[in-house]
């Protein structure tokens, strides 16, 4: 692998000529000058790929002015989910967001799972659901500025359906990847490992054994491999997916270069796959409220400052993140014999199985060890929902304890706390052992722990309090973690400034879609 400064240095000075090369007339300049580019934007009905769209789009507007966006917003099935969304969607609007509109699509049941049907099944046709409402609001978008001004679709990795409805109108598609170029590059390698080379996905996803995967150094054990991989229907979906995002004229990243230089190499060198632009971190870092419309209460805020720098441990684990009660004591043990300082985001299990977003707790003594909120009274506070930007850049805070979705791991390193990874459902398996094994930018309570609503069979097991007190130790001692997260912290607010790798890229990108239009 290239030293990373040197590799970064190498793709800027290619990318600097790659934009100022060919440069057009001052006729021409004046005519791109007045261009407006339309672009459409169509996000994955969750909290988390919402907030991501929303920032890049913001980021698009921002660099050029040339640029008009408009957001599709696809409700959620849930009521409880679809109100916080609503809730973000206006607090955005009233701040009069420049040359973006949002769109709210007409609200469709989704199908509840049945024994020909599972859970992502229903979760994949209720996002087919929508297509012939993106294909009226884009023929009417059309029809008004004429088909010549909209550069591309910019969709979400969940609805690759939406490519056929931009090929309608004879518009580029470009795929926006909320996760890793890591598990991008595995993506690919398991829809080729199964398309190319007639391998059993399935078989191998419950085997016990590891593979090599291009954008990944070390070997990775398949006991990390998402539940997705795990039964015949889902891997159909999901590598059907995979197949479409092949046919996209490119896939935008939320990473960057200096934390994965060998998957965005290994990507950049495949040539059976669309041009990869990793931009990010692209992370929503104001407001405080996390997008749940709900900033930090004043005791815990106030709590906080009163703690030493770097003494208090956070646990959340994200908006689909949740414990059974035996689960949650043992956690619940473990804090209070570590001892350690925390602020912990205990949320309830969603209330059906048609939804996949956890609820408030109205008293937490229901489902916490008797006296437990007594004795930690001064070392700890449980909450529920959780701003998590506004706790993790408190300078209290010196560990995250995290179900390793890819916003909450960029967060983590743009505020410098380490990670001790416990993952739960879709990919985050995987951004564990990233995190762990591959990068050291982690530490290890668990790495193959499921708990995926949309997966039942993803049978979670107990993890003792004995073991989870062991991973908040090394959490908040091992000073190696600490060093290297401090310094990928440092990388990851220069990259995006110019000068860095990802402001390059993201003005690549602006020259692709610029040209569709030119």
Known sequence: MHNITKTCLNF????RYLISSNKPNSLTKTKMA???AKLVFIPAPGLGHIMSTIEIAKLFV???QRFSITVLVIKPPSSGSGSTITTYIESLAKNNTDRISFVELPQQEIAPPSDSKGPLASYNEFIKSHCKYVKNIVADMISQTGSGQVAGFVIDMFCT???????EFDVATYVFFTSNASFLGFKFFIQTFNDEQNQDVVELGHSDTEITVPTFVKPMPTKVFPTVFQTRETVDIVLSAVRRMRDVKAIIVNSFLE???HAIESLSADNTIPPVYPVGPILNLEGGTGGGGKPLDDDVIKWLDNQPPSSVI???FGSMGNFDEVQVKEIARALEQSGVRFVWSLRKPPPDKTSHVTIEYEDFRVVLPEGFLERTVGIGKVIGWAPQVAVLGHRAVGGFVSHCGWNSLLESLWFSVPVATWPMYAE???NAFEMVVELGLSVEIKLDYKRDSFIPMAESVVVPAEEIETGIGRLM???LVRAKVKKMSEKSRSTVLEGGSSYAYFGSLIQDLITNIS
């Open 477 to 479: 001692e091992d000073d």
């Open 428 to 430: 985050q398996q995987i």
């Open 62 to 64: 921002n660099r050029d």
């Open 259 to 261: 934390v994965e230089t």
């Open 161 to 167: 359906c939406m490519i056929d409805v931009a090929n």
């Open 34 to 36: 007045n261009m407006v």
């Open 314 to 316: 956070f646990l959340c």
């Open 12 to 15: 800027i000075t290619n990318a």
